[in-house]
């Protein structure tokens, strides 16, 4: 929770500060988040509106999660930008666009101010977790793992199957043999022609 007194309700009025907050939790998606408990540091812009405090701020905070192609542990560090409207809750509502009933535009999400004080949760988890990357990796030529055996092909480079064959053609490859030793096992006799022409 973050207060607003020092600002009152003089539009113009603004208050920089710095502030490091311990992670809410659950602060990530499947394969990168922060951790649980860990110190993310805020620096907020506070300024004072007609209709509230719109508050502008970066977060900062470690990351830790697994590299989508060699799912090795990774760790990096997010930078999210934010800017959002927290309202007074008696401000003036004909100031506000407002949607007419019946109409499909999606009503956006309002955030308030109760008792001089705003909650910054919900805006720093939506900065947070729309900064982070759709597929983290540990480098950017990760060369993932082998898809015959799973060996990690960074730790060899040089790795390779020989005679490797995709099950879906191991029984064409089956029959080719077959045909192939046929072949061998059956020599032409010097009065078939046919293949000659």
């Given amino acids: 929770m973050f207060d607003t007194r020092?600002?009152?309700?003089?539009?113009?009025?603004?208050?920089?500060?710095?502030?490091?907050?311990?992670?809410?939790?659950?602060?990530?998606?499947?394969?990168?988040?922060?951790?649980?408990?860990?110190?993310?540091?805020?620096?907020?812009?506070?300024?004072?509106?007609?209709?509230?405090?719109?508050?502008?701020g970066t977060a900062r905070a470690p990351l830790k999660g697994e590299c989508v192609r060699c799912l090795e542990p990774l760790e990096q560090?997010?930078?999210?930008?934010?800017?959002?409207?927290?309202?007074?809750?008696?401000?003036?509502?004909?100031?506000?666009?407002?949607a007419e009933a019946g109409d499909d535009a999606e009503e956006e999400e309002t955030f308030s101010i109760e008792g001089d004080h705003f909650d910054l949760e919900p805006v720093l988890r939506d900065a947070v977790v729309l900064s982070l990357p759709l597929q983290p990796v540990c480098r950017e030529?990760?060369?993932?793992?082998?898809?015959?055996?799973?060996?990690?092909l960074a730790d060899d480079p040089?790795?390779?199957?020989?005679?490797?064959?995709?099950?879906?053609?191991?029984?064409?490859q089956g029959l080719a043999e077959t045909m192939k030793d046929?072949?061998?096992?059956?020599?032409?006799?010097?009065?078939?022609?046919s293949q000659e022409k």
């Fill in 6 to 56: 020092e600002l009152g309700r003089r539009p113009g009025a603004m208050k920089q500060l710095s502030r490091t907050v311990t992670s809410p939790g659950d602060l990530g998606v499947e394969v990168l988040g922060v951790p649980d408990g860990a110190t993310i540091e805020l620096d907020l812009r506070l300024e004072s509106v007609m209709e509230g405090v719109l508050v502008t």
């Fill in 141 to 152: 030529d990760c060369p993932g793992l082998c898809a015959t055996c799973g060996a990690r």
């Fill in 158 to 172: 040089e790795h390779d199957h020989e005679d490797a064959v995709d099950i879906r053609w191991a029984a064409l």
């Fill in 182 to 193: 046929g072949e061998k096992d059956a020599p032409r006799s010097a009065g078939d022609d």
């Fill in 77 to 98: 560090e997010c930078e999210a930008e934010f800017q959002e409207l927290f309202s007074y809750p008696d401000a003036d509502d004909r100031s506000r666009p407002s």
